[in-house]
């Protein structure tokens, strides 16, 4: 069964929702949305929504305002050098999905969630790509490749690695309009 | 417990070279699916009111 995206609602967490019975089968993230969501989003440094199929919980994702700070590189064996450059970035924290609902689109959904608010904030303030810290297993890292082409970059250790995803390699004709639309000058 | 949220990263060496090449090119490799999410998610991103 695949959830379609209008079968699902997006809800930003605060105190009011019962978080407690959720759990995607990984303890550190089920530990992140009970114990850490909220203080962070107190602290403003993430917000967290939560996605929901005929009033069950069924995931959520947390995201926050990052920086890739890309060092300059000499010009080394015939490669070009490069100066110093940062580019602020999306970055998607968590996200999980409710073990009885895995593989259902709900992921997939939750990401294209996440892309929207990308590229709103590329009209409003500024955000050039998406990153993400994965699990490191095959299954993970081949979802945030399927559906977001997100690339392997920077170092990684035993357990996650870097994805990136560029928000200006959208192909001709379907970038976004940098206008406002009407929609949001009302 | 979950690992602290890191909101900086910092690229140097090969790290560094590989990110800038991946951002200078044209290349745009794009799934079936990851495009279908993207054209979605600017659609939707069209509904987000900020002010």
Same mark, same amino acid.
Request: with cysteine; glycine share 6%; charged share 30%.
């Given at each position: 069964? %695949?959830?379609?995206?209008?079968? /699902?609602?997006?809800?930003?967490?605060?105190?009011?929702?019962?978080?407690?019975?959720?759990?995607?089968?990984?303890?550190?993230?089920?530990?992140?949305?009970?114990?850490? #969501?909220?203080?962070?989003?107190?602290? +403003?440094?993430?917000?967290?929504?939560?996605?929901? $199929? +005929?009033?069950?919980?069924?995931?959520?994702?947390?995201?926050?305002?990052?920086?890739?700070?890309? +060092?300059?590189?000499?010009?080394?064996?015939?490669?070009?050098?490069?100066?110093?450059?940062?580019?602020? #970035?999306?970055? /998607?924290?968590?996200?999980?999905?409710?073990?009885?609902?895995?593989?259902?689109?709900?992921? %997939?959904?939750?990401?294209? $969630?996440?892309?929207?608010?990308? &590229?709103?904030?590329?009209?409003?303030?500024?955000?050039?790509?998406?990153?993400?810290?994965? %699990?490191?297993?095959? !299954?993970?890292?081949? &979802?945030? !490749? *399927?559906?977001?082409?997100?690339?392997?970059?920077?170092?990684?250790? #035993?357990?996650?690695?870097?994805?990136?995803?560029? /928000?200006? %390699?959208?192909?001709?004709?379907?970038?976004?309009?940098?206008?406002?639309?009407?929609?949001? *000058?009302? | 417990?979950?690992?602290?949220?890191?909101?900086?990263?910092?690229?140097?060496?090969? @790290?560094? =070279?590989?990110?800038?090449?991946?951002?200078?090119?044209?290349?745009? @490799?794009?799934?079936?699916?990851? =495009?279908?999410?993207?054209?979605?998610?600017?659609?939707?991103?069209?509904?987000?009111?900020?002010?």
């Amino acid at each position: 069964m %695949k959830i379609p995206f209008d079968d /699902l609602r997006f809800l930003k967490l605060d105190d009011s929702f019962d978080i407690s019975s959720f759990s995607c089968g990984n303890t550190e993230i089920d530990s992140f949305i009970k114990d850490d #969501a909220k203080n962070y989003q107190k602290d +403003r440094i993430s917000v967290t929504y939560l996605c929901y $199929y +005929r009033d069950e919980l069924v995931g959520f994702f947390s995201v926050a305002m990052g920086c890739i700070d890309a +060092r300059a590189v000499e010009p080394q064996d015939g490669k070009k050098g490069y100066g110093p450059k940062k580019y602020p #970035a999306l970055r /998607l924290a968590q996200m999980a999905t409710l073990k009885e609902y895995q593989g259902h689109d709900v992921g %997939k959904n939750m990401l294209t $969630y996440v892309f929207a608010i990308g &590229f709103a904030l590329c009209e409003f303030i500024g955000c050039r790509v998406v990153i993400v810290d994965a %699990k490191k297993d095959e !299954k993970t890292i081949n &979802f945030y !490749k *399927k559906y977001g082409s997100f690339e392997d970059f920077g170092p990684s250790d #035993a357990t996650t690695q870097s994805l990136l995803r560029d /928000l200006n %390699k959208i192909p001709d004709g379907e970038r976004i309009n940098t206008e406002l639309t009407e929609y949001q *000058k009302k | 417990m979950a690992k602290p949220i890191e909101l900086e990263t910092v690229l140097v060496g090969e @790290h560094a =070279r590989a990110f800038h090449e991946y951002m200078e090119s044209n290349v745009i @490799h794009e799934t079936p699916e990851s =495009r279908q999410v993207m054209r979605e998610a600017r659609e939707l991103s069209k509904r987000f009111k900020f002010l």
